[in-house]
């Protein structure tokens, strides 16, 4: 029992220092969102173009830093409203 116990307390510590944080990139339209996300991640996970609005959903890419899981999303960024509208199919 005593052996068990030890053994959940260490879980409970391991618990304690893990972190999940979410990050949302945002900003304006061909502003290096997908770069640096790409960068961050050390993968290719985000498009890339000079072309603006490349990104039209969000996109996750996870990195982990020593206990710390880092929840990635490169977004759309700031668009205009009327663009939007204007993408929706016609109902
Ligand atoms: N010189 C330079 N170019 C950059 C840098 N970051 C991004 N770029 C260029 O800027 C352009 C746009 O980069 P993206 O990462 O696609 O920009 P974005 O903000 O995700 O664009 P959208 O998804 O369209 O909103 C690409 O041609 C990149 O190569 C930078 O730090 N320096
Ligand atoms: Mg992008």
Do not use: Y
Not at 32 to 51: C, F, I, P, R, Y
Not at 74 to 80: E, L, Q, S
Request: glycine share 8%.
């Amino acid at each position: 029992m005593g052996q068990d116990s030890w053994s959940d307390d260490e879980d409970n510590e391991a618990r304690a220092k893990e972190r999940l944080v979410r990050v949302g990139i945002i900003g304006a339209p061909n502003a290096g969102k997908s770069v640096l996300t790409n960068t961050l991640v050390q993968s290719k996970v985000s498009a890339v173009s000079e072309k603006t609005n490349t990104t039209v959903r969000e996109t996750l890419g996870v990195f982990t830093r020593g206990h710390t899981q880092v929840l990635l999303f490169d977004t759309p960024g700031v668009v205009d409203a009327k663009c939007v509208w204007a993408s929706l199919p016609l109902l």
